[in-house]
């Protein structure tokens, strides 16, 4: 037999012991994020393309809050469902001091005050055309006029008492001009999580169903806002400007597909960064084990512990409550 280096890595996978003591990623309930859907009707209504979520009035939401503040999940998001008759091509709903989702921040704000509360910044759906901005003639996104309305959303969810805004809509320079006017308001502690690398992704699906944005952009798409896939040097030069601009938190979007820039960016900037595991792998995850393919619990955790073991800092998940239940139960 040649000289052997002994070296057996097996050894250390030997035991339970040794295997908990070497484990570098730790996943908690601290860790997650619960993305919800409010509409403006009473009760619940199922999304079809993400079995197990639903839309809810603000009565059921504060019953999903209660139920994520007794798991001990820090914060939720809220994406309002606008009512068709409420959209329209300049989103006026977006920054009405009684719309849906100021209405819900402040009903959740004054019952669970230590849930964290993130608002999303962008007007897709407000917009009947289903972009995320206003357009011009021929139909382009103009950029400065949509950073216009997109400041007074914010600050109207800044006063309706959001702890976090989260621009999602991709314009340039919206941080800077959002964090701007938060300080002249007097907003100094509202935090900006920047959807910084935000990819055009055909994973949003579902979403886009949830909120009603699919029918009103049909055929069209984000690709001359939102980045191009094939892209990571995009996403570097993104996050620079957000945090430049004032970014407190930044995300990549959508997860598991882009683990190899949750990892640069970790790397390059060392600041709090989020990842949302968006509406599209909840439904692969989903559908796969509701056929009896996947073991959803196990997949679920793994999936999530992946996201954390590449760098996130939290995470945007629609399988928060269940993740946290199962967390629980573990340990
Ligand atoms: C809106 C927005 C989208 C998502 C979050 N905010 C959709 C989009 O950009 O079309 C997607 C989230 C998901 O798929 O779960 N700007």
């Not at 040097?233 to 004032?246: F, S």
């Not at 792998?281 to 793994?302: I, Q």
């Amino acid at each position: 037999m040649s000289s052997h280096p002994y070296a057996r890595p097996r050894r250390m996978r030997r035991d339970e012991f040794s295997r908990r003591l070497m484990r570098e990623t730790v996943l908690t309930t601290n860790d997650l994020i619960l993305p919800v859907f409010v509409h403006g009707h009473d009760g619940r209504e199922p999304v079809a393309s993400m079995p197990g979520v639903e839309r809810l009035s603000i009565d059921e939401l504060l019953r999903a809050a209660e139920q994520a503040c007794e798991l001990r999940v820090p914060a939720l998001a809220l994406f309002p469902v606008t009512a068709p008759e409420a959209k329209s091509l300049d989103a006026a709903a977006a920054f009405d001091d009684e719309g849906l989702c100021q209405r819900a921040v402040r009903a959740l704000k004054s019952r669970f005050p230590q849930l964290g509360v993130i608002t999303d910044v962008a007007l897709d759906p407000y917009t009947r055309h289903g972009q995320d901005g206003l357009l011009d003639d021929s139909g382009y996104v103009m950029n400065d006029e949509t950073v216009e309305v997109l400041v007074k959303q914010a600050l109207s969810h800044a006063r309706a008492g959001a702890d976090v805004v989260a621009p999602s809509d991709m314009m340039d320079g919206r941080i800077g001009q959002i964090r701007s006017a938060l300080e002249l308001e007097g907003h100094v502690h509202t935090r900006i999580l920047a959807y910084s690398a935000k990819y055009a992704s055909a994973f949003y699906g579902p979403f886009r169903d949830a909120v009603g944005s699919a029918a009103a952009l049909g055929k069209a798409d984000k690709q001359t806002y939102q980045m191009d896939p094939a892209n990571s040097d995009e996403a570097m030069q993104e996050v620079a400007l957000d945090l430049e601009e004032g970014a407190d938190m930044v995300m990549v979007k959508p997860g598991l597909p882009y683990l190899d820039i949750v990892r640069r960016v970790k790397d390059s900037f060392g600041v709090p960064t989020f990842v949302y595991q968006v509406s599209g792998e909840y439904a692969m995850l989903k559908a796969a084990a509701m056929n009896g393919w996947l073991d959803e619990r196990a997949c679920v955790l793994e999936a999530l512990t992946s996201i954390r073991r590449a760098g996130a800092d939290g995470i945007l998940t629609y399988h928060a409550l269940d993740a946290a239940r199962w967390l629980r139960e573990a340990a």
